[in-house]
């Protein structure tokens, strides 16, 4: 019981009066039961000074704890806080009602143990034991104290037994689940100290009716026997109520002020309970056989170094289970691996005489793997959490990284409209977790964010477990570490396995532009100059002979046809748009690309840009305005490409807005035909990049790309540039 109060003082999160006062009166316990086992030691035969200070010493935690109990409880209900809403009348009534029964049960406690402090209202150990009654303070030839003291105590346990019946509204997060889950076992035992009342009243009437009869019939030893067996089952009656409260206190931290219980709390608790069992039956046995005190001594060492021994045992096998259970989570994901996964060089140019589909098929025939955290996931919720259903949904810059949400089991599905509601709730870090409705969250309980520096990145939503037990601190610790690394891992494979690709690709366009300009140049080019000099060098050597027919036209037009095939050349090189971008601007940029490139694509082209808008591209760096060009450009050239489908006539309208929500948003939508499934994120001709590329590319300058398309209605392309502030709370500067 010291253990408790101790812990309560020392754990709870907000040292409020009523968490002094609960671990004020545990402790009061672990006193009464000093005082008591004290006295037990020294017997009723021993006489002394000593002696009787502790009789009179365990009287008061015994006469204040019945008060203190049932300020407790009534604080913990509710009963004794001021409301958070205006109560109905028959709330206000109960309210008024406790409070008064609180203020006349301090009144009476208070009264009762200055009694004990400035008279002398008990008789001494010694008369006690004789069953001699006679004292100061007397009502009818008996103790007024011992009058008083049974009443007392039904009061305050019945009114600690209403309390709990009918509790006020919590103000805690979870106050009123974990009220309900230590609802019983508070009852339990208060339950069992109303028995303990009945019993302690039962013996001061066994004792006042055999005073009256005659003490001498007694003897010191009959006392003590009969009293002894009394004492015994009050003694296991409280041990069983210090039990129970201490199952509510750690299993649902009910006075610490906690959000969630402590698995580690409740294997302390554990064994401080196996702890108090051994010492006791160790003393238990000495005090019974009579040993001497060495052989005690020996006894309590033993039984310290083997509990000590077995509390390491259990603790490095408790930490081998987690070494096993997180291994995966902790262990290489072999990206490097699987980044380095290269075609085979030696087979690209063993051919020089490949074809040019061929190179391109063999370059990027061996794409790097993605790296599949779904079956990390599905062991973490099995093995680890033991749960029944969770998904892990990404969310903010990450989330065209990491994909779909991940479920378990994998063929659950959930609702990601629901999710707007619950993820404005997280605006600290601090904030572990929020309690969901199961009705309309499809059965999950909890939901934990998932933080980066630039911000909430994901939701964790915890289901049920298969026993149905409450999640611990740990647990939910262990969760929201975990989700995190899961995100991470796959965003930033995700976004290597990209760039990586992008180099591919690029290596590609180079290849096969080196070998189409060599081909052109030597198959096309050349025999084609030098058939236009040997056309003109048989015009000099000819031009004086008569009705010689002129060779001069034929080699203007083969030099006409070269020039043309030349300027196609170039002109299919890759554009290099960053210096404009850079000198002119974004918006600039995008009005050159659509009246040079694209002027004949689009019926009409809608602007509209926000002077808030313009002023924050202008203080973005360099390299972000770049990957905003070629994203939107993208957009742009799919726009033109794609717009009409096979209806070349259809009028295709297309409309650009830049505005400035809490960052930079730019949309470009077109009343096209829409993009089908299919064919979502496939590349361009001109630029070779699928708008899952610059998606990707976004993701490292901290922005996003959706795609929403109607099917013979419309497609919207949106590039959001959120402005973040990193989360301090989460990553000091170092």
Known sequence: ISWLGLTVLLNAERRAWGVWLAGGGLLLG??????????????????????????????????????????????????????????????????????????????????????????????????????????????????LILLIYPLYILICIGLSLSALRYPMPSGRMMGDLARRRARPWLIAASSTLLLVSFLVGGLIAWAINSAQRSVLLYDVAAVSNTVGLWDLVIELLITAAVFMVGQAIVAYEIFTGKTLPRGELRRHWFNAVLLAMGFGSVVSLAFALQLRPIYSLIMATMLMIFFYALLGWRSYARREEYMRQLRPFLGSQHLYERLLDLPNSDAANSDMRATTNHLEHVLLAQVPSALDVSSLFQTFCSDVLNLRRAFLVPLGPMAPLVGPPLAFPRQEQIDLSKLNRVAAQFQEPELLCLPLDPAQSDGLLWAVPLWSERGLIGLFLLGPKHNDSLYTHEEIEIARASGERLIDTRASAQLARSLMLLQRQRLVESQLLDRRTRRVLHDDILPQVHAALIALGSEENHSGAPGNFSA?????????????????????????????????????????????????AFDAVAWQVAAPAEELLRDLPQLTVEVLFYA???????????????????????????????????????????????????????????????????????????????????????????????????????
Not at 75 to 100: C, I, M
Not at 552 to 560: C, F, W
Request: hydrophobic letters at 45%; glycine letters at 8%.
């Open 30 to 143: 672990a006193l009464f039961f000093i005082s008591h086992t004290v006295i037990l030691g020294l017997g009723p035969d021993f006489a002394s000074r000593g002696l009787e200070w502790w009789w009179r010493a365990g009287w008061v935690p015994l006469v204040a704890i019945p008060f203190v109990w049932y300020a407790i409880i009534a604080w913990y209900t509710g009963f004794l806080d001021v409301p958070l809403e205006p109560p109905d009348a028959k709330v206000k009534e109960l309210r008024r009602r406790h409070q008064l029964w609180f203020f006349t049960t301090m009144i009476l406690s208070v009264t009762l143990v200055s009694l004990l402090f400035f008279t002398s209202p008990l008789p001494t150990f010694s008369q006690a034991a004789q069953l001699n009654l006679s004292t100061q303070l007397q009502i009818g030839g008996l103790p």
């Open 632 to 734: 939107a450009r993208e957009a742009i050239r799919n726009a033109a490409r794609y717009g009409r489908g096979q209806e070349r006539e259809r009028p295709l309208h297309l409309q650009i807005s830049i505005e400035e929500e809490q960052g930079l948003v730019i949309q470009i939508g077109d009343d096209g035909v829409g993009i089908d499934s299919a064919t979502k994120g496939q590349s361009s001709n001109g630029s070779r990049q699928g708008l899952s590329i610059h998606s990707t590319m976004l993701a490292v300058v901290g922005g996003t790309l959706e795609t929403v398309s109607v099917p013979g209605e419309q497609t919207v392309v949106t590039l959001r540039l959120p402005t973040y502030e990193p989360v301090n709370a989460l990553f000091p500067a170092r």
């Open 552 to 600: 001069i036209p034929d080699a203007t037009n083969v030099l006409m046809a070269t020039h043309r095939q030349i300027s196609d050349l170039l002109r299919e090189m890759p554009a290099r748009s960053a210096p404009a971008v850079a000198r002119i601007g974004l918006i600039a940029a995008l009005h050159q690309l659509i009246n040079d490139e694209l002027p004949d």
